[in-house]
Nanobody, 129 residues
Framework: QEQLVESGGGLMQPGGSLRLSCAAS???????????MAWFRQAPGKDREFVAA???????SYAESVKGRFTISRDNAKSTVFLQMNFLNPEDTAVYYC????????????????????WGRGTQVTVSS
C-alpha cells in the first residue's frame, strides 16, 4: 500500500524547535527527485493551509508566516522530506500533513493542495507553555 508516513510531532514550548519527517512507505512507492513534496497544516476550526514545498528538480516555496523560521529539505534516495521548525509559536499549533506529487508543477503552484497526489495522515504539533 502506497502511503506517506509523518513523524516528529509533539509538544514544544514557544521559541523551541521540532523536526518533522515524512517518508514514502510501500514496496513500490518511490518519491524521486522529479516529484514535488510539501507540508500543509490544519489548526482546529481552520482550513488546511500551505506551509512549505520542495519542487522536484530544485526550488522551494514557503508561506509568509513561516519564512525565516521553517526549512524544508529532502532525501531523494530515501523518498523522505523534512521540515525543520525553529522559533515555534502557539500559532504554529496544528496537525501537519505531508504531501507528494508524481511529477512537478511550476513554482507558483506549489501552494495548491490539488497539485498533490498523495497525503499522509498527519502529525500533531502543539506549541504551548
Amino acid at each position: 500500500q502506497e502511503q506517506l508516513v509523518e513523524s516528529g510531532g509533539g509538544l514544544m514550548q514557544p521559541g523551541g524547535s521540532l523536526r518533522l519527517s515524512c517518508a514514502a512507505s510501500g514496496r513500490t512507492f518511490v518519491v524521486g527527485r522529479s516529484d514535488d513534496m510539501a507540508w500543509f497544516r490544519q489548526a482546529p476550526g481552520k482550513d488546511r493551509e500551505f506551509v512549505a514545498a520542495s519542487r522536484g528538480g530544485g526550488g522551494t516555496s514557503y508561506a509568509e508566516s513561516v519564512k525565516g523560521r521553517f526549512t524544508i529539505s529532502r532525501d531523494n534516495a530515501k523518498s523522505t522530506v523534512f521540515l525543520q521548525m525553529n522559533f515555534l509559536n502557539p500559532e504554529d499549533t496544528a496537525v501537519y500533513y505531508c504531501a507528494a506529487s508524481k511529477g512537478r508543477t511550476i513554482l507558483s503552484n506549489l501552494w495548491r493542495p490539488d497539485q498533490y497526489d498523495y497525503w499522509g495522515r498527519g502529525t500533531q504539533v502543539t506549541v504551548s507553555s
